[in-house]
């Protein structure tokens, strides 16, 4: 790692891990909201019982189901936390490149701005999936930066479509198509473009959206 | 008393309204900033309790619209954000926060002096 790129993480990848940070805790939060209210509605249910007043027994499931339901979700959570922060882990490392979009689509996905993503990358035994030796930590920062800006440039009803396309050299674009396009013309924010270039990735505005090309890849 | 709920979180907030109706409130809940602003408009709500982030309209912002239909309506705010440190105390918009997970006996108190502070 350069001491460039020590630096972008320390100034920007800080911000970063606090702002993934700030969403995952909102996101755990809601789960324990939810929880506790049923909880809350649980007891409530037991002190009508205990005055002789009759309620419906399928209640009791609803709340079992939702107390499950929001347990999971909380798992979930924590898997993606637990993914995140083990991305430090390494401060250069082979990255399967769809692998890092799955996580930054879903750890994006606690913002209270993402879209609806749809991510078309091969996940399992694709000869289009490549790996990249990179920082792991930056890619991710690079990767949700992008989407975060992509999400705030959209309709709140759009959509986001995520590709891969394999380029003729050893390279792999990443491609970021919002429905209905959005403008792009300040595209990337200087910012992105510092992290992009540290990462030897490249972002170009197209007709339907944006690519980012990264070199230096090779076949998972 | 017409109270209004609004959050994206269905479950918490359909659950919030079902414990507020055992306690003898009857209250609205909406899903969405938009959503709000269309029952507003058929529904005269004397408070409204609203999530402050939500996919769309923040809080905030409902805020400012929902002014605009109901001039006197009154507001709680309700927030998982962690950064929270004046839980039920008014700021200087007079907007009172509350964090998640919620009390309901709070609420409830809070929704009542909100309504009725000289009581």
Known sequence: ?220 | MKIILVDDETKFINMLARRLSLRGLEADVAYSGDQALEKAAQTRYDIAVLDMKMPGMSGFTLKRKLLDQLPDIKFIFVTGHGTLDQNGVPDQFDDIFLAKPLNIDTLIDTILQRLHPDQ
């Open chain 1, 1 to 220: 790692m350069t001491s460039h790129t020590s630096d972008l993480v320390h100034e920007q990848g800080l911000q970063f891990f606090g702002s993934v940070n700030a969403s995952i805790s909102h996101e755990l939060k809601n789960i324990f909201a939810i929880i506790s209210e049923t909880a809350g509605f649980l007891n409530d249910l037991t002190q009508l019982s205990k005055q002789g007043k009759p309620f419906d027994l399928s209640l009791l499931e609803n709340c079992s189901n939702s107390i499950a339901e929001e347990i999971e979700r909380g798992f979930d959570t924590i898997r993606q936390m637990n993914r995140f922060a083990h991305s430090v882990d390494d401060p250069v490392n082979d990255i399967r490149i769809s692998d890092a979009l799955t996580l930054a689509v879903k750890l994006t996905g606690f913002l209270s701005f993402a879209r609806k993503t749809h991510l078309k990358t091969p996940l399992e035994n694709s000869s289009e999936d490549r790996s990249v030796f990179i920082s792991p930590f930056l890619f991710q920062a690079l990767i949700y930066k992008t989407l975060s800006a992509l999400y705030r440039a959209m309709d709140p009803t759009a959509e986001l479509t995520l590709a891969l396309k394999d380029t003729q050299s050893s390279g792999v674009t990443v491609i970021f198509s919002p429905d209905p396009p959005v403008d792009l013309t300040d595209f990337p924010d200087p910012r992105i473009d510092e992290v992009a270039q540290a990462l030897n990735a490249a972002f170009a505005v197209t007709d339907t959206g944006l690519e980012l090309t990264i070199v230096n890849t090779k076949p998972y």
